[in-house]
């Protein structure tokens, strides 16, 4: 499956491709075009547009809370998983969402370095996906030692 986002990724568009590989297909390509490019990449290369302006899967807001990309991705494919749950929490706000968590503003710092560092968005990716291992484990412990924590989405 081929997925298509905007060049220059930082939190939810290295994001959601973590997502993707981890929980949907672990065979999955991602493209990175400029953002005026992306829906029309889409329909040419038969991809899923994503964290684009029109994109199939983009930011939302419900109920006066705003929901990213990696969110909409959650919700599309009706993943459950505690952790990932507690985890979109800390995406959505250090990507600009609504809620609260304290581990966000590092992650967005994070997100801000790698992009400096990396050759490319897919330099980017590779550089980051160990990253949201960790913090996947993170949110597995957080989970275990607190029980299961209510997911603030839908």
């Known amino acids: 499956m081929k997925w298509v986002?905007?060049?220059?990724?930082?939190?939810d568009r290295i994001a959601c491709?973590?997502?993707i590989r981890k929980f949907v297909?672990?065979?999955?390509?991602?493209?990175?075009?400029?953002?005026?490019?992306v829906l029309e990449v889409a329909?040419?290369?038969?991809?899923?547009?994503?964290?684009?302006?029109g994109a199939e899967l983009h930011h939302y807001e419900e109920k006066g809370k705003e929901y990213v990309t990696f969110d909409a991705i959650i919700?599309?494919?009706g993943l459950t998983d505690a952790?990932?749950?507690?985890?979109?929490?800390?995406?959505?706000?250090a990507d600009g969402g609504s809620g609260e968590a304290v581990e966000a503003a590092g992650l967005e710092a994070a997100s801000t370095g790698f992009r400096r560092i990396a050759r490319d968005d897919?330099?980017?990716?590779?550089?980051?996906f160990?990253?949201?291992?960790?913090?996947?484990?993170?949110?597995?412990?957080?989970?275990?030692e607190h029980g299961k924590l209510e997911h603030t989405g839908r």
């Open 5 to 11: 986002t905007r060049e220059k990724a930082r939190v």
């Open 43 to 53: 329909r040419k290369e038969g991809a899923t547009s994503f964290d684009a302006p």
């Open 130 to 144: 160990p990253l949201y291992d960790a913090l996947y484990a993170y949110c597995q412990e957080k989970v275990e």
């Open 83 to 93: 952790a990932l749950l507690e985890l979109a929490k800390i995406v959505r706000v």
């Open 122 to 128: 897919h330099d980017n990716q590779r550089l980051q």
């Open 75 to 77: 919700t599309k494919y």
């Open 17 to 19: 491709p973590w997502l």
């Open 25 to 37: 297909d672990p065979a999955a390509e991602f493209l990175y075009v400029p953002g005026d490019r």
